[in-house]
């Protein structure tokens, strides 16, 4: 099972490996949910990604991932993270997206000083 292409960008197929790269072997967890955990990650060109790891894998699980990834790289939207890429191994199933930082991150509170 593969993702379909015909995407609106370039999405990348890490491998597990590679994920454990990015993510300094899952150091930084960032948030949790029903399905996984999510970890920050640097790319090589130093941008920073959150990393979606589902922790449940059957395949009905495998089935929704490739639908969520293939709706994900349809949309281009500002409100909208960028899917960057995904890791679809037997045991393995993470998603990269582009990290989104908030606005204490972002020191917005200084345009009123």
């Keep these: ?53 589902i922790n449940l894998i059957g395949h009905s699980i495998k089935e ?5 990834v293939f709706v994900h790289s349809q949309i281009n939207h500002p409100n909208v993270t960028r899917l960057i890429g995904y890791c679809f191994e037997e045991d393995a199933l993470m998603m990269v997206i582009a990290y989104i930082q908030t606005c204490r991150d972002l020191r917005l509170l200084e345009i009123f000083e």
């Design 64 to 68: 929704n991932f490739v639908k969520e």
């Design 1 to 53: 099972m593969d993702i379909p292409q015909g995407t609106n960008h370039s999405i990348i197929r890490f491998s597990q490996q590679e994920i454990e790269t990015i993510t300094s072997e899952y150091k930084t967890m960032i948030g949790k949910g029903a399905f996984g955990k999510v970890y920050e990650g640097t790319l090589q060109d130093k941008s920073i990604v959150a990393v979606k790891k």
